[in-house]
């Protein structure tokens, strides 16, 4: 893209043959169709991470969202049976720059060409990728459409649509703000996780009712590494189906969408932490406990996607390189504790746990009062790094140090 002399952007020439992506502020990249063809949109993100594509695919946080990756060389180790976060891929479009001719690994079932069309994904190829994430970081992330084959032809005569008729797809689509999502990628029905590893075929620990808000396969994987026996129950699931279940502990997990709009969810939290439940949060759940506990959310300008971001435990001093997927965050006050805000600090003091060093973006909440806590990154980290692992282990410290036989004594205040 570029400016012609009278400052107007220059719109670049295609034909039926190219893939074409148009921005919604009317910047235009044209480059080679990859994976299905047809038309695509939603809101255009960018991820930084170097492996672990099929994650970054399969994440149903990426749900409506057009995925660009700024690694320029993808699909070298192509897909397999193992690595993906759920039973399809999740991204609306998919942008790289050079895919792999080839695919060599191992481990690889075959081609992610083949996978992305085989699943539908309109994806787009052989552009300057790096520009474009340029741009996104300068003007924020937007909404975007993806073009090609007959996607880019009139049907009423056959000849090539012009840009504005794609610009104008692009903007009949949905802001990511103000959507509601986690229930379209939610479970339907509860499946269950058996303790797994050194504790395979032995009873459980702890019991975890763990709320599927667009939840990642490593994820209850991980509890069930620690010996926990975990329920995963649809976003649907009532605060009296939880109590059935007689849980040690309730998780919220990540998931699509703006927190603004879960009002269900946030009403269920606030059950959960009325009756004293040991709570932990990840991403979608972090941004969940704020708001259960009062505090605002807002939409990050380009927001955090990759695998190596660096996080500060604000408890130990501690900086991890960590795994993101978050477009919002939460608004709490850094380097203080304070009353929850929520019905006159109903709940009891609060901090900010861990912060983001890239941007001072809050990625953590402890609640000191009650038994819960949150953070806004991927401690599960399928292909990513494993320095957040230490999460699900107090998690578990949390569960054994507050017994169902003493929820009776919550902390939970009727107000000050």
């Known amino acids: 893209m570029s400016q012609n002399e009278s400052g107007t952007i220059a719109i670049p020439m295609y034909d039926k043959d190219d893939a074409v992506l148009v921005l919604e502020d009317g910047q235009v990249y ?19 991470g170097m492996t672990g594509y099929q994650e970054t695919l399969t994440d149903p946080s990426y749900d409506r969202q057009i995925v660009v990756q700024t690694f320029p060389h993808i ?55 790096r520009k474009l994430v340029r741009h996104l970081r300068s003007a924020g992330v937007m909404r975007a459409g993806i073009f090609s084959g007959d996607a880019l032809l009139n049907p009423e005569n056959g000849k090539l649509r012009d840009i504005d008729s794609m610009l104008e797809d692009v903007k009949n689509t949905p802001q ?22 050194e504790y395979e075929g032995k009873e459980p620990l702890y019991t975890v009712a763990a709320v599927d808000l667009g939840i990642k396969g490593m994820t209850p994987h991980r509890m069930a590494e620690r010996g926990c026996r975990v329920h995963v129950v649809p976003s649907t699931t009532t605060f009296e189906q939880i109590e059935a279940l007689n849980p040690d502990g309730v998780f919220f997990s990540n998931g699509p969408g703006d927190p603004e709009q879960a009002g269900p969810e946030i009403e269920l939290l606030r059950k959960v932490l009325d009756a004293g439940y040991p709570f932990f949060g990840i991403c979608f759940g972090n941004q969940l ?127 000050k």
């Open 75 to 129: 699909g070298d180790t192509g897909v397999n049976s193992e690595d993906p976060e759920s039973s399809r891929i999740w991204v609306a479009g998919y942008v790289v720059r050079d895919p792999s001719p080839n695919v060599s690994n191992w481990r690889a079932e075959g081609s992610l060409d083949d996978d992305l069309k085989k699943n539908g994904i309109v994806s787009l190829s052989h552009i300057d990728t």
């Open 30 to 48: 044209v480059g080679e169709p990859y994976g299905a063809l047809g038309k695509t949109t939603g809101e255009i993100v960018f991820a930084t």
């Open 176 to 197: 990511m703000q103000g959507l509601s999502l986690y229930d379209e990628v939610s479970t339907k029905e509860m499946y269950t996780i058996e303790p797994c590893g």
């Open 289 to 415: 406990l704020g708001r259960s506990l009062g505090f605002g959310t807002y939409k990050l300008k380009f927001g955090h996607r990759g695998i190596n971001q660096p996080v500060k435990d604000l408890t130990t001093g501690k900086v991890e390189v960590t795994a993101h997927n978050h477009g919002f965050a939460v608004d709490a006050p850094i380097g203080e504790t304070v009353d929850a805000p929520f019905e006159n600090g109903k709940y009891g003091k609060v901090f900010v746990s861990h912060i983001d060093l890239n941007d001072d973006v809050v990625e953590g909440l402890q609640c000191v009062d009650i038994p819960a806590f949150s953070v806004q990154y991927h401690p599960e980290a399928a292909a990513g790094p494993h320095d957040a692992a230490y999460l699900f282990d107090r998690f578990c410290e949390l569960m054994k140090n507050n017994p169902r036989d003493a929820r009776a004594n919550s902390n939970i205040k009727e107000g």
